[in-house]
Every structure is written in C-alpha cells, then in structure tokens.
C-alpha cells in the first residue's frame, strides 16, 4: 500500500473519532440547553450516544457491500462529507429530536468509513504488515478520540473564564464540532485527490444479501460476537462516565474530558507498543483476547467501586489497556478470510460494534439512571461472562475459511 493512502486511511479514522470524542463530554451542557431534558440527563447522555451507534450500524454493512461493487474512494469521500455536515447540523440543533435525527445520521455517515478503511487494509498479503497497518489506523482512532475531548474541554474551560457557559452553549458546542468537520472535509479532500482507485476488496462480491448474512455470520461469528462485546462495554463506559464523576467525585465537564484522555492514552501506549513490535498476527488468538476483555471487566468493576480519583483513574486506564489490545485484534482477526468479500465481512464487523454500542450506551444509561453504580457492575459482569463463553466455543476466536461457506467473486 503506498504511504500516502495509508495515512488517508488513517485520517479517515481521526477525523471521525474526533468529531465522536468532541460531543461526549459536552452531552451534559448540550442536554441542560433543552430544558426538560436535563431532568432525564443520563438517559439522554445514554441515548445519543446510542443514537449514533444505530445509525452506524444499519448502514456499515450497505457501504461495505456497495464498496465491494464500485470501489471504497467515492464512498469514503461522501462519507466524510456527510459526516462533517451532521456535526455541523448538530450543534445548530435546537431541540431534543433534532439532535436524535443528526446524530443517527451521523453514524450512518461515519458508517461509510470505518468498514472501508479497514477493509482496504485488510486487502494488504503480507499478514504481519497488515497487523501493523491495524495497529496503526486504529491508533489514528485512538488519537482522535483523545483530542475530541481535550479540545471541548479546552473550549469548555475559556468560555468558563469567560462567563456564563449556559448563556453561550451554542459557542461551547458548535466550536470544536465546527474543528472535526473541517478536518473530515479536509481528509477527504485528500481521499478524492489522491487516493486514486483504492478497492476496498480484493474480489467482487456477487451474492444475494440474505445469503451474504447467514453465510458471513456461520463463518465469522466470532469476531462478531467480540466486536459486538468489547463495545458494549466501552458504550456503557461513555454513557455512565459522564454522570457518574460528577456525582461520585463532584466532577465537571473538563474532569469528564480529562478521564477520557487518559484513557486513550493508555490505549495509545498500547497500540503504539504493537505498531513498533508487529507482534499481533503471532499471538492473535483465543487466551489472548479473553485475558484482555477480563481486564476490561476488571477495570469496569474498579471504576464502579471507586470513591477517589486514583482508584477512577486505575480502573479507566485499565479499561483502555484491555479496549486497546482488542481493537485491532478483532480487525485482524476478521481479515483472515482471504477469499471474502471484504467490504461486506468488515461491513458486518462494523455493524456488530455498533449494534454492541448503541446497547451499551441505551443500556448504561437506562440503569445509572435506575441503579447509579449498580449500571456498571452489570457491565463488568456480562463482559466477564461473555469472555469466557467466547474463549469455551471457540478458542481460536477467528474467521474460518470453508470453502464454498462465504460469497464468492470474481477477483478485481
């Protein structure tokens, strides 16, 4: 893959997850400015988050085919498009299902993205730089998701200075949402220049789509089941952390904004660690990816135990260790199906990771509203439960190539 389309892949990833990153602390301030929404903050914090997430994954799995049959460059430069104009929508929103209409489209936009990227990387041959180019678009997500966050919270705190933030949301709102649109138009200003006729798949897929879906999930469940899983608890987390800090550790946006970094931090370390010692496609496998969700789970449980700010940031950076080993891993893992359209599998992947975050988001939510810390005890718990039943049926945690299983075409 030549380095320049790379690097647009990878700003691809950025540009979506900064814009993602930006609105999570700021839900709490965007929320207040609807009225009686604040009264229902955590289930709103929950369900715009799970907002996005829906939309992402009814439409991942319609890019990802259509990639395989036009090509993954238009796509990706619409979709990049579409999503910096649903940000910029967002933030002009002036009311509570406006902001649920935007969002989805958002995730519907962002859908086009994230199977595209990875499907292109996973068309690479050599399997230990394709571990690497996983490892390094998805640090390219983790970099985004941390700046998202520091720059409200930057924005955030000069407008406190500056006076009354309720009196100047739309400012505190539309600022660093306005940044993440102009770098996604930028990214794909340089996708339509550049990345020339990049295919998202090395074959064409050329099967009906009921038959694409039972054959894709007989062969590729597991990874499924694990992209599925691993945002289900990180949802929770996003949705729950900022209402559980403030109420737990009398904390505010920027505090919100601060655990988020770190969190991503921690990621990077990790991801930046696989990047320089391509060491993923070796230990790729079932005890590695069960031992990484129980330290997620470890970290969900601590967070929910904690009452300081030592322990909040032990269990966060825990929970970013954990996210930052399966990231990648599951990606790599689903490309081993060489012969598949690969739109269409990292489509699915795509659409299985959302699905996972929209009901972890609405789920998280729902019962910190209900419960408060309880939410996140049941999250440790059914993450736990889920890594083990995954790493019981299918130790290699890995798509299986059949022959004849998964829809077949033409090579491009």
């Known amino acids: 893959m030549p380095r320049i389309a790379f690097w647009l892949l990878a700003g691809a990833n950025f540009s979506v997850a900064l814009g993602y990153g930006a609105i999570v602390p700021l839900l709490p301030t965007v ?25 992402l994954f009814f439409a991942a799995p319609v890019w990802g085919a259509l990639s395989d049959r036009i090509g993954g460059q238009r796509l990706l430069v619409f979709g990049l498009g579409a999503y910096a104009a649903s940000l910029v929508a967002f933030a002009g929103a002036g009311d509570l299902p406006t902001a649920y209409l935007w969002r989805v489209l958002a995730g519907a936009a962002g859908g086009a993205v994230l199977p595209i990227v990875n499907a292109t990387v996973g068309a690479m041959q050599d399997h230990r730089e ?29 407008m406190q200075r500056m006076g009354d933030v309720r009196e100047m949301t739309r400012t505190v709102v539309g600022l660093p949402l306005a940044a993440a649109a102009v770098v996604a138009v930028l990214v794909a200003l340089g996708c339509a220049l550049r990345l020339g006729g990049t295919s998202a798949s090395t074959v064409q897929w050329t099967g009906g789509i009921a038959d694409a879906a039972r054959t894709v999930w007989r062969s590729a469940w597991p990874a499924l089941a694990a992209s599925f899983l691993l945002t289900l608890a990180l949802g929770a987390f996003e949705a729950v952390l900022p209402v559980f800090l403030p109420r737990v550790l009398s904390a505010g946006p920027q505090a919100v904004g601060t655990m988020l970094a770190l969190c991503m931090v921690a990621m990077l370390a990790v991801q930046g660690g696989l990047l320089v010692f391509p060491v993923l496609h070796r230990v790729a496998g079932g005890v590695f990816v069960v031992a990484a969700f129980l330290a997620v789970a470890a970290g969900l449980a601590l967070l929910a135990a904690s009452a300081s700010w030592t322990h909040a940031a ?41 699905l996972g975050q929209a009901v972890g988001s609405l789920s998280g939510g729902a019962l910190f509203a209900l419960f408060e810390a309880q939410a996140l005890w049941a999250s440790a718990a059914a993450v736990a439960v889920g890594a083990l039943w995954l790493g019981i049926t299918r130790p290699k945690l890995q798509a299986q190539r059949s022959a004849g299983s998964l829809p077949q075409g ?3």
Not at 42 to 54: F, I, K, P
Not at 130 to 157: I, K
């Open 31 to 55: 929320l207040a400015s609807y009225g009686n929404a604040g009264a229902l903050l955590s289930w709103h914090t929950g369900g715009l988050l799970g907002a996005y997430m829906l939309g």
């Open 314 to 354: 032990l269990a966060v950076g825990l929970i970013g260790v954990g996210g930052a080993l399966l990231q990648p891993t599951i990606a790599y893992l689903a490309t081993l199906n060489d012969d598949v359209a690969s739109g269409l599998l990292l489509g699915a992947v795509s659409a299985a990771g959302g």
């Open 130 to 158: 394709r571990a690497r180019a996983f490892s390094g678009t998805s640090m390219a997500t983790l970099l985004g998701l941390l700046a998202g966050p520091a720059v409200s919270a930057a924005v955030y705190g000069a």
């Open 410 to 412: 033409r090579p491009r």
